[in-house]
């Protein structure tokens, strides 16, 4: 099995060691910093459906951002919940679809069990429906279904879901582009902004026709789903990849997605039981609990942070620009992630997060980081909008070749290189 592995190249396209970036070998996401149950879980998962691990781990920590909701705040600077965007890469029979399933079944569970009592109370409702006489006292209350997954939705059933569940939803969609391919199928409601602003935290605001409007002040909508590769070019399409949507997603994208060899095993029912139970604590968090960085954490953050600075200025494309931009508020996102594990699975209520829970948060923003570029380049190979120019500079200045030669590969005149270069 491969090594972790971590890479701290600059990323300027211009750069001689960005061109090794694109043929380095994706590394596997880091899981050293989940808790040992989850570690155990997600191998074993790995093993046993045979399909890559950095899907496991993605949607586990999708799963735990649920889980936690906005009962745990990230305060400092800027105030921080985990809402996130998880997108599983690969082809059609790469198994991206068990990793979501499995680890969003506590929630299903819940849902199911919820809508079970909700049906039998709208019965019950109808009943007394039929019978109260407008006026009266003590009119029946609808009753309401309290669910936490959500397949497809109107923006305003949206709307009424997070009214109901302000704590934390998921999209959950087995192909991701359905769900971007659905906005404004119902009416021009202006989807793809509304959720460039709900992944902020911004208010969610339905004014609806003949109907009272509604605001939800801080909704927390999460996305778990997969892609193709081949449909990465229309993931940038309709400016998802100039204003920012596309760099808000976390991808797993390993290098090896092929499909394997049937395996009759079965994960161990009690590393599945302790899965469930770690969802289950952590819905069941009675009340806000607000977390803050240690100093060393707070200085970890800041150097990688500076460092982070100095990439994305360094950087020629405004896409990857935008998409490390993004990483700093990610990454606080995954500290939350990891703490809200180890308050349940360590017993640690410790208000402060420790500098290894930091370490752990920043190795998969890197990894992150790692996934965005490889979807950059995977766009762009399709789309011919990025990377083209840069790489001809590349190859003039550091291969030995004539410009003309050159010329020939990318398809272009050494009278064009000559102005490219000029430029």
């Not at 600059?10 to 910093?33: A, K, M, R, V, Y």
Request: a neutral charge; charged letters at 25%.
């Amino acid at each position: 099995m491969k090594e972790d592995r971590h890479h701290h190249h600059s990323t300027s396209l211009t750069d001689e060691s960005n061109i090794q970036i694109f043929n380095d070998n994706t590394p596997l996401l880091p899981i050293t910093g989940f808790p040992q149950m989850v570690q155990d879980l997600i191998k074993s998962c790995q093993d046993i459906y045979r399909t890559p691990r950095d899907y496991w781990a993605n949607s586990a920590i999708a799963a735990v951002a649920l889980g936690i909701g906005n009962k745990l705040r990230l305060v400092g600077k800027y105030e921080n919940i985990p809402t996130f965007w998880a997108v599983n890469v690969g082809g059609v029979s790469s198994g991206k679809t068990e990793p979501q399933s499995f680890m969003l079944k506590p929630f299903r569970t819940m849902d199911n069990k919820a809508f079970a009592i909700y049906e039998a109370e709208f019965a019950e409702y109808k009943r007394l429906i039929r019978q109260y006489k407008k006026g009266q006292p003590n009119e029946p209350e609808i009753p309401l279904w309290y669910q936490f997954i959500v397949k497809d939705a109107t923006p305003e059933a949206l709307s009424v879901i997070c009214k109901i569940n302000k704590r934390g939803i998921i999209f959950d969609r087995d192909e991701l582009f359905g769900w971007i391919s659905d906005f404004n199928r119902y009416n021009k409601s202006g989807e793809q902004s509304t959720f460039l602003s709900t992944w902020m935290g911004l208010s969610y605001v339905i004014n609806r026709k003949g109907g009272e409007p509604l605001n939800i002040p801080e909704p927390n909508i999460n996305v778990l789903g997969g892609i193709q590769p081949d449909l990465l070019p229309k993931l940038a399409m309709d400016d998802r990849g100039e204003n920012g949507f596309v760099a808000r997603m976390c991808f797993a994208y390993p290098d090896g997605d092929e499909k394997q060899p049937y395996n009759d095993a079965m994960v161990p029912k009690q590393l599945y039981n302790e899965w469930e139970q770690l969802i289950i604590d952590l819905v069941n968090l009675p009340e806000v609990y607000k977390i803050k960085l240690s100093p060393e954490a707070l200085t970890i953050y800041e150097t990688w942070y500076n460092n982070n600075v100095n990439i994305i200025n360094g950087e020629t494309s405004q896409h990857l620009k935008g998409v490390f931009g993004k990483l700093d508020i990610i990454s606080l996102r995954l500290v939350i992630v990891f703490h809200g594990m180890k308050m349940i699975l360590g017993g640690d209520a410790s208000e402060t997060v420790s500098a290894k829970t930091m370490m752990a948060a920043l190795s998969v923003t890197e990894y992150y980081r790692k996934t965005a570029i490889k979807v950059y380049i995977r766009m762009g190979m399709d789309s011919k909008q990025i990377t083209k120019n840069n790489a001809i500079i590349w190859s003039v200045e550091n291969l030995d070749r004539q410009k003309t030669e050159i010329a020939e590969f990318f398809g272009t005149s050494r009278s064009q290189i000559e102005r490219l270069i000029k430029k």
